[in-house]
């Protein structure tokens, strides 16, 4: 589906008139002030900790993902605010090392198609945000390589990153391993890659053995002196806790999928410890990002493996996610049930209630820091990406860019793209103008609802060309008789024929049954736009009553 990403975000609220019944449900949805809706969070100020000696950025899986799109408040993801988070965290941490694994520039391991020059110039957008973050190694995954060799090399070189897959060669070897001085020792980072689409590999990439070449590199790593081991492998989950049993002398192991698909988000994922081998692997599109710091209390001179404990995060990892997924379902249906006049204040209040229980018991999980009595010791979180973490001036000009370059691109490479013929004898789009002519009154309820303004919410934003944000603010895209990128004129705005379905047929014969939906389902408008990533626990016959009025419903 085609979406609005979050810094363009408008916050829809019903659907058509004259025909949309339920699509407009979305909109009452949409709005919210935290998590996926809501109320403000709270938290609770952890006692204060000693400066972690280094700090490890661990993400996984981030797929071309610049920023969420969608039609709630503050969802998960923006490089923007992870770039602002690590920004603001400079004055009290020592010394930090952000890494990586799986898919980084494209959200598909192909490219094809109109979408080609954009999917192309939005992993441009990604390798400048790269840069500014400072990402020293990433394992590479499958679609990376989607604009072929000579581009990823292009993207290699402007993002500044290097990647590491010792078993991977792409017109020559991937680098191996690196060594990075930080926090008063050296740390050895070592990748490998599974970089598959199914079972081929990219054109002109060669794949020998990770465990191999892991097991190699390893060794090499502490012999050159590390004492701080971190694998990145963007192999599959099962795989890389395999690579674990038979290379134990890892101290960290971030997990990375070989290749992602589509714009679907994953749930995160508990980090676990595996011997003395922390695993991580945080959610795709820069939901979550692991922080793992690191606390040394070394004697001087010593040399070697440094031994590191749990000392608060990792054995509470499981219960935090659940809890994570608790908060944001509640704030979901709460900013959905703050809409619905049927609600009792007495229910909200209630659940209002026990949402500030549940981040109350979040936040004192969070804080909680163990140190054993003597020795090394980390502390493991995962950051949730919201907007409340700020926005990086940088990164969000390099976002703004890039989505003006497309719009003018587009506007003009896509001008002559014309919808879909129509079959003989099947209905076409007349617009919402046409509608009105019989239907009137509820026109007057449409021009009520922000779908009658969708449209204009993407031109303020520079994306109206946009083929990631277009279609579910116009009517009839991509399909026969209906709207392109280009073609919309007598299309903008989410307008009737979105839920009543193309209209010509019963413009001719408006006494005719069967040629419009006359009740459309509730459940139809999550098939088209309202459902994740856009939106989460949407509820459409939750929502239908807020789209009803004189004329439409009533």
Known sequence: MLHVPSRLRFFPSLVLASALAIAATSAFSCTGTNGNGGAPTTSVAPEAQPAASVRLYLMSNVAGAIEPCGCSKDQLGGADHFAAYVAAEKSRVQDSVVLGAGPLFFQDPTIAGDGTTQAQWKADALAQTAKRLGIAAWAPGANDFASGIEGFRKL????????????????????????????????????????????????????????????????????????????????????????????????????GKPSEKGDLNDQPKPATLVGDTVVVETSNHLQTVAVLDLYLREPEGTAGRIKLTDGGGLARAEQLVALSKQVRDLETRINGWEQDKNVKPADLAARRSELDRLRQEKAELEGKVEPPPSGSYFKYSLLEVREKLGEDPGVGEDILSYYRRVNDHNREALKDRKPLPLPEGQAGYIGVEQCSTCHAEERKVWDKTDHAKAYPTLEKKFVEFNLDCVGCHVTGYDRPGGSTVTFVDAFKNVQCETCHGPGSLHAKEPDKKGLIVTKPEPKSCVSECHHPPHVENFDPVAKMPLILGPGHGR
């Open 156 to 255: 290699e070189g402007a993002s500044g990153v290097t990647f590491l897959a010792a078993n991977v060669k792409a017109d020559k070897q991937l680098p191996a391993s690196k060594f990075i001085e930080s926090g008063g020792i050296k740390i050895g980072v070592v990748g490998v890659a599974e970089p598959k689409a199914g079972a081929n590999a990219p054109a002109g990439v060669e794949i020998g053995s990770a465990a191999e070449a892991l097991k190699r590199e390893v060794a090499a790593a502490r012999a050159g002196g590390a004492r701080i081991v971190v694998a990145l492998a963007s192999v599959q989950r099962g795989d890389a806790l395999r690579l674990v049993d038979s290379v134990p002398d890892i101290d960290v192991l971030l997990v």
